[in-house]
């Protein structure tokens, strides 16, 4: 590897493409001419407009986001959307969520603050391992939205079909998927994703709204950079935004359009999850933990038969050049997050490593 770096399965903040940190770097001290860094530059600068205006337009490309959907750059990372969305969209104080796993459960959690909220469907029962069936759920007749996690970054399930709604809207968490295949915008009312997992710097969720659902009646307590309403009219800059980030993540976009866009990142991801899930269904030593119809193609959580075999392997990993294997501290074990970024050569090398590993470890 270049640069003495390592295959980085680091689930967030998480590995970046080479080609755009080397950008980044021959730019950082002065951006394009411009005599500065952009970590130096006014956010009111024609240099800066610039950078935010291209970022948002080459996202819009790349997603093929509709004229009537308004893309935002806000602070506070995806957590703060947890509150965030249950203020700005309840209007009569009810919505239906589906928890399938550690993140869409917080944000469950935090919304139970405004509103009455309803459990319709979760995957509790087997450890978050499945994505339950979400063509017939008890959906209320008065709630606001419905709300999904995507993909759960450290379950590593995914949602292969979006839920019924019963024309209720939906509202989902990308995070960990963001931008890792194509995705029809006009299926939900807000997409969001904090985009340290799968974009670039952390400090940022990038928000995806249709138009109408921004609402200037809000309850008094909604603080002012807590209403949409704020970031939509000022174009992502009512306050000082996140500008080195939104620099990044505009870089990686034009480097996602260079390589082909959502459909050729599409076609990537599946052949390096293809590469992982293959060694794993062959395995003795090393299982998959996630039923196999809802894998993730992001997110590859594992264990051996045993929590002191798990902590092995991570150091044999790291040990290697492989870092950042070892699983959330909540469910343990091993996971790969094999983002955008990540080569298929770190795949193939992973499988390649494992593999020699249970030849000379296993004993059955
Ligand atoms: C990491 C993550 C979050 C939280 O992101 P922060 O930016 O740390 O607030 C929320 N949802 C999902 C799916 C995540 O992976």
Known sequence: MKYGRVYNFSAGPSILPEEVLESVRDNLLNYEGSG?????????????????????????????????????????????????????????????????GNWSNKAYKEAQKYGKINLVATSKDRNFSYIPDCSDLPISEDADYVYICENETIHGTTFQKLPNTKGKILVSDQSSMFLSKPCNVSDYGVIYGGVQKNIGPAGMVIVIMREDLIREDLPDYVPTYMSYKTHADNGSMYNTPNCWSIYVCGQVFKYLKKIGGLEAMDKLNQEKAKILYDFLDESKMFKGTVEKEFRSLMNVPFVTASAETDAEVVAATKKAGFDNLKGHKSVGGLRASIYNAMPKEGVVALVDFLRQYEKENYKG
């Open 36 to 100: 500065m860094c952009v970590m130096e530059m006014s956010h009111r600068s024609k240099v800066f407009q610039q950078i935010i205006d291209e970022a948002e337009q080459d996202l819009r490309d790349l997603m093929n986001i509709p004229d009537n959907y308004k893309v935002m750059f806000i602070q506070g990372g995806a957590t703060l959307q947890f509150a965030m969305l249950p203020m700005n969209l309840m209007k009569n104080g009810v919505a239906d969520y589906i928890v399938t």
